[in-house]
Structures are given as structure tokens and as C-alpha cells.
């Protein structure tokens, strides 16, 4: 069977937002959806389906709105906390938990059950747990940074620029000006990389590092 341009745009529209529903990430969802919904509007109009090009068109209306919405100034001004962890914390043990899967991209999940850190805290937005950081102290100013997981749907890079950028006080506090990890996954590498951190070498290992001034 020979298939027309239409019929592959229309396949094509169909895959991005069968594509799009498997993101955990809300702002991933949004953009590859409104891709989808646009594709398939414009795939409903060229055929004549009005009822297609109408509704898909809407979706990506929809789309746009909450795009704005999540980009704009309102949005920037969401609420975060940082709130400390307190020693065996029940929830600290279900979060790890409930997110292990997760955490194994990035550090062994039941090493990190007894929080024995020097900084160890949640990241709260709009009261809502978002993420979890913990740090050990590596020498006399330096923390070494252990864990910084933020949940799926809260991967956006606000709640990354809130700890290192708009908490800086909070580490200075706590007697630390500098800041290293470690990490050999090329997604957490470019997200220490987009916060500010610097790749270094140290006896032929590599590590990260973010010097912290007011």
C-alpha cells in the first residue's frame, strides 16, 4: 500500500502525542504534546476533517496557555522552602522509597538511609516536597554534595537555581563556600553544569565544582 505525505503526517502527528503522554516531565509533556496537537490540526485541516483540526488545534491552544503560564513572571515567583531533614525521618525513608528507581541513575538508594549529613534538607515548592539534598562536609568549607534529586514533574531547573543561586546564605551559614560532586551520568553532568559547576581534575579523577560568594 502506498502512503500519501498526508497519511504520514498524520501518523507522524499521532506518534509525538503518543510520545508526549509517556513524559513524567509536566514541561516535556507540554511542548511535545503542542508539537502533536499541532502536526495533527494542521493534518485535519488539510484533509477536511474540521472536527480534527478544530479539537487538535484547541490542544494546542491549551497547550500554549499553560506553557505561558508556567514560563511567566507569576510563575517565577512560585513559593520554595528548604526544610531540614530530621534524623530517622519516616517520610525521609518512604520518599527514598517511593522514588528509588529513580535514585539509582544517580547514587545506591540504601546508602542514603541513615542521614547522618551535614545538610540535608527538602526542597519545598508551593509546600509540595519537590526534591531532596543532602551534603557531607569534605573539608573545612568544602561540602561534598551527595544527593540532589528533584522529583520528575518538578525538573524545570527553578528548583536547581533556588538551591544554588537564591540559597547561597544557607551554605555560607553552615561555614561552606564551595561545593563539589561527583557524577558519571551525562544528564546529572549537565545539570551541575547549567547550576554553575565547573569540571576539575584531581589525581586523574574528575569531580565538579561551584565556589559560593554573596
Do not use: C, Q
Request: aromatic fraction near 18%; avoid cysteine; glycine fraction near 6%.
Amino acid at each position: 500500500m502506498d502512503f500519501t505525505w498526508l497519511e504520514w503526517l498524520g501518523y507522524l502527528a499521532s506518534l509525538i502525542v503518543l510520545i508526549s503522554l509517556l513524559m513524567s516531565s509536566i514541561i516535556k509533556l507540554r511542548w511535545i504534546n503542542l508539537l502533536g496537537s499541532s502536526l495533527f490540526s494542521l493534518y485535519g485541516f488539510l484533509i477536511g476533517a474540521l472536527p480534527v483540526g478544530l479539537m487538535n488545534l484547541g490542544i494546542a491552544i491549551i497547550n500554549i496557555y499553560y506553557l505561558v503560564k508556567i514560563y511567566s513572571a507569576s510563575a517565577k515567583n512560585e513559593y520554595f522552602k528548604l526544610l531540614s531533614i530530621e534524623r530517622d525521618s519516616e517520610y525521609f525513608h518512604h520518599f527514598l522509597n517511593f522514588y528509588k528507581e529513580g535514585l539509582k541513575k544517580y547514587t545506591d538508594p540504601s546508602k542514603l538511609k541513615a542521614n547522618t549529613y551535614e545538610v540535608s534538607f527538602y526542597i519545598l515548592r508551593n509546600m509540595v516536597p519537590a526534591g531532596v539534598f543532602l551534603g557531607s562536609k569534605y573539608d573545612d568549607n568544602t561540602l561534598k554534595v551527595e544527593l540532589d534529586f528533584v522529583i520528575p514533574e518538578y525538573r524545570d531547573f527553578k528548583t536547581g537555581h533556588f538551591i544554588y543561586e537564591e540559597s547561597k546564605d544557607y551554605f555560607l551559614d553552615k561555614g561552606f563556600d564551595r561545593l563539589i560532586s561527583y557524577s558519571s551520568n551525562d544528564g546529572h553532568i549537565d545539570y551541575l553544569r547549567k547550576m554553575g559547576f565547573e569540571e576539575k581534575e584531581e589525581n586523574g579523577s574528575k569531580y565538579f565544582e561551584k565556589f559560593i560568594t554573596n
